[in-house]
Every structure is written in structure tokens, then in C-alpha cells.
DNA sequence: TCTGGGGTCCTAGGACCC
DNA sequence: TCTGGGGTCCTAGGACCC
């Protein structure tokens, strides 16, 4: 065994919880919450999956369904579940000195040593979290995170563990793991699986069983690394530190079909603006990306894809100078006659904003855009995202992405908290659902 | 009519170099 | 008869994750 400790905290049906805990009449109903676009269903609640919803179900052809079942059904409130995942964070910290926050609603918390009772240690994790936040969570605990990984999922399928699994507990671990299917493993997916099925390898137990330089032959590293994992080998540690990141998108399908170049342009730095904003908010800049668009994938019509790359003379994170560079990119990319249905920039190679290697000339000009751009982030902080925005990205929008159901911004936004009255809360007032003001 | 977005890691294969 | 070998870097594509 590893002599470490792990625990993964994630947030039970997350995005459902969090707009649960503001409108509390929906805790007996089914919920589900929708992907950008209102495209397809991304988050669903227990009582929503035993209606036969499933991960990913494009929404139009669960529609009926959902008002039959009365389920209520909500946009991506992005805001929200940011802020909420943020406050779950917040508790971690009181729990463990290390605390990696893996995806939005997970995070692994290093424990080692912490507590002899790590089961009533993880209850009171969950307590508190519920207590403070309304967000119901499980806790998995191992010594890798592999095993903490499948113990959290192990918590969330059987209900006699109360929401917390330990796969440190010998007779626990062996009662509970071997017969999990390979497929619900962490990084085992849909072609793993079949190439393990191949090789008569069905359940986590026989893969655990398996020489890890046979894995290797197999799986490459990656398999290799998992059937060390499940034996207590720690190969995955913990990263508190987020690493640097390598690259970063701004992607997304639009509401019709684009068909003329103004329109897909404006697109293009309207997603420019976004990435730019994104590249100062991680003190990075751009050195090298690319501008993608095609067609429908579903559509019964011709298919397109288009893509040019594109790079900036020194890095950048300036919004008008990506604008420049991506609708250029996007004209050369663009073609004619066709019914374009997404499309995005990609940059592929970042450097930290303070590294970049400067140019002789134009320092004037750059310090006066760099002011510049720090004033609108500013003010775009102050006033909500795409308050200011540069002309060239638009302002009609009419292929801007669709977010017909979404919440408030309860936690987020003054004028979208919600207003209690009364000792009881029972006429708690909801506030409008969000609406961008142009 | 309507099917998400944003990441990571790994490998193979080609180009290039000495 | 007989035409090296090993290293690095880059890119594309596959697989997986939430």
C-alpha cells in the first residue's frame, strides 16, 4: 500500500443540487439540466434517471417526456455551480492541508494520517458540506486515488454505506471491488473495455489480478499504471498546484445555422473576445492557434469542415489583436454555400504573459492596449460578462448560444438573490430568471 | 426546428540532424 | 550480395475524463 490516503468528495447529481438548494420545492421532483444550446441533458437526478433519462440525451427527444413526468428542466447556469463548487472548496481546506480540485464538483483531499475513524471523518466531511452549502455529496477513500476514485462511486451505488466508502478497510475493499464491472473504472472506457472483454478480462478484480507488464502490452502505460493503482502502488499523486495549462478553446455550436461570412466573423470575435478574457485571467498569452468551423454532423446535408492556423508576430493576449488574427483565419477558412453549425478558436501553444518575448517597436502602442484591456476587464467584472464588448463581435447575436431555461444567479448577482420572508421560508420569492440587459 | 464544451495524456510516424 | 543508427521535435489521431 501507498502509505497516503485519499479521499474524493464529489457532489451528488451536481448541477441538479445547486439548483436545488434554491428552490427548495424540487427536492421531490425529478431535475435535470441541460448543456449549452439547451442541447442535450448533461445532470439528472436519481428520480430523473429512473425515467429512463439518459447521460447526454439530446433534449428535443425527451421533451414530452419531461412535461409528462413533470420534470423540471434547466439551462446550464454556469455561474452558479462555479460559485458553488468554490464554497465546497472552501470546507475541503478545513478538512485536509492538500485539496486538488480535479473537475467542478470533485476534489481529492489528502488525508493521510488524519483520522483513526476515516469513515466518520468522511461523514462529517459530508455533513458539513451539506450544512453549509445544501449540497449533498459521497466520499470515496483509498490509498490511490484509483481507489478513492472507484470506493466514491462504490459510496454512490450501495446505499447501506451511507454516502461513504473506504477502500483502505481491507474486508470493506475485498467484499465491495471485485466484482465491479472494468468499465466503471477510472479511465477505462468503451474501447478499453472491449479490448479487456477480449482478453477475458470483465470485472475491476481480475484486473487487479493481471501482471502489470502484461497491462502495459495491452493498455499501454496507461493500463500498466491502473492494475499498479488498484494494488495500493501510488503512480497518480496528488496535485495541488494546478499544472500550467497547454491550451485552451473557446468552441460552440450556434442556434441556426450560420450561412454568410459577416455573421460567422462576428462569431469568431465574439469567441475572441472570450478567449482573450480568458488568456488575461490566467496571466497567459497566445502563441500559436487555429479557427475551426463546420457543418451538422446530424444534418442530412453536405459536410463541412474548415480550419486555419494562425500566430501572432510576438504572444498575445490582446482581444483586438486576436480579433485581427482569428476573423482573418476565418475568412480564408470560410467556404460558400454551406450551413455552418459550430465553430471555434483553439490556441495550442501558451506562454506565461510576463515571459513573452517583446518586439523593438510599438511599446507605446502595446502599453496603451494593455490599459485598455485591463479597463475592460474591469468593467466586465463590475457589470457582468459582455457588458463591453468590442463592436466587431456583435451585439444582435441571433446564432448566440441558447439558454432559454436557466435559473438566477442566486449567489452570484445582488439583483438575483433570492428574498426571504417570513420565519419559515415558505414564501420564499424567486427572482427572474437571468437576463442579459444589452 | 432541436444532438455540449473544454480539457488531458499517449502513441505512431515523419522530418530532421549528426 | 552489401546502403546506419539513434536522438529530438512536431503533428495527428485516438481515448478518456467531467
Redesign the pocket.
Known amino acids: 500500500m501507498s502509505g497516503k490516503v485519499f479521499a474524493l468528495v464529489?457532489g451528488n447529481s451536481f448541477y441538479c443540487s445547486c439548483e436545488r438548494v434554491f428552490q427548495p420545492e424540487l427536492s421531490r421532483r425529478p431535475v435535470i439540466v441541460l448543456?449549452?444550446?439547451d442541447?442535450?441533458a448533461?445532470a439528472r437526478t436519481p428520480e430523473a434517471k429512473a425515467l429512463g433519462i439518459k447521460?447526454?440525451a439530446?433534449?428535443?427527444?425527451i421533451?414530452d417526456l419531461c412535461k409528462r413526468e413533470g420534470v423540471a428542466v434547466f439551462s446550464s447556469n454556469y455561474a452558479l455551480y462555479g460559485d458553488m463548487s468554490r464554497r465546497m472548496n472552501d470546507i475541503y481546506h478545513r478538512f485536509a492541508p492538500e485539496v486538488e480540485v480535479?473537475?467542478?464538483?470533485?476534489s481529492f483531499l489528502d488525508i493521510t494520517g488524519i483520522a483513526a475513524d476515516r469513515t466518520a471523518y468522511g461523514q462529517e466531511i459530508r455533513q458539513t458540506v451539506r450544512q453549509w452549502t445544501g449540497i449533498p455529496t459521497c466520499v470515496g477513500i483509498g490509498p490511490t486515488k484509483t481507489l478513492a476514485?472507484l470506493a466514491n462511486r462504490t459510496a454512490k451505488n450501495v446505499p447501506a454505506l451511507k454516502g461513504v466508502c473506504d477502500f483502505t478497510n481491507a474486508d470493506q475493499r475485498e467484499a465491495l471491488l471485485p466484482p465491479i464491472p472494468v468499465g466503471d473504472?477510472?479511465?477505462?472506457?468503451?474501447?478499453?473495455?472491449e479490448?479487456l472483454k477480449a482478453n477475458g478480462i470483465e470485472t475491476v478484480g481480475q484486473l487487479r489480478a493481471m501482471n502489470p507488464r502484461h497491462a502495459?502490452q495491452l493498455l499501454?502505460?496507461?493500463g500498466e499504471?491502473m492494475v499498479l493503482e488498484l494494488n495500493g502502488v501510488l503512480c497518480l499523486d496528488l496535485e495541488a498546484a494546478p499544472?500550467t495549462?497547454?491550451?485552451?478553446?473557446?468552441?460552440?455550436?450556434f442556434s441556426?445555422?450560420i450561412t454568410t461570412l459577416d455573421e460567422m466573423c462576428e462569431a469568431i470575435a465574439a469567441y475572441a473576445t472570450?478567449i482573450g478574457e480568458?488568456l488575461r485571467q490566467h496571466g497567459l498569452a497566445a502563441v500559436?492557434g487555429q479557427v475551426f468551423m463546420h457543418s451538422?454532423p446530424?444534418?442530412r446535408e453536405p459536410w463541412i469542415h474548415r480550419s486555419r492556423a494562425f500566430a501572432p508576430i510576438e504572444a498575445t493576449n490582446d482581444t483586438h489583436e486576436l480579433i485581427r488574427l482569428a476573423t482573418r483565419a476565418g475568412r480564408e477558412a470560410w467556404k460558400d454555400g454551406y450551413r455552418y453549425?459550430?465553430a471555434?478558436i483553439?490556441l495550442?501553444?501558451l506562454v506565461a504573459a510576463a515571459d513573452v518575448q517583446r518586439g523593438l517597436w510599438g511599446a507605446a502602442e502595446r502599453d496603451h492596449q494593455q490599459k485598455l484591456m485591463t479597463a475592460l476587464d474591469a468593467v466586465n467584472r463590475r457589470y457582468g460578462r459582455g457588458s463591453l464588448v468590442p463592436a466587431a463581435a456583435g451585439l444582435k447575436r441571433g446564432w448566440g448560444?441558447r439558454f432559454e431555461m436557466r435559473s438566477g444567479r442566486f449567489s452570484t448577482s445582488w439583483g438575483e438573490m433570492p428574498i426571504v420572508s417570513g420565519h419559515d421560508g415558505s414564501d420564499t420569492q424567486r427572482p427572474q430568471p437571468a437576463r442579459r440587459t444589452p
Open positions: 464529489d448543456s449549452n444550446n442541447g442535450c448533461v447521460m447526454g439530446p433534449f428535443f427527444q421533451r480535479y473537475s467542478i464538483d470533485e476514485k473504472l477510472w479511465g477505462v472506457g468503451k474501447a478499453t473495455a479490448k502495459r499501454t502505460v496507461v499504471r499544472p495549462r497547454k491550451g485552451m478553446a473557446v468552441t460552440r455550436g441556426r445555422p472570450r480568458k500559436h451538422s446530424f444534418a453549425a459550430k471555434g483553439i495550442t501553444e448560444t
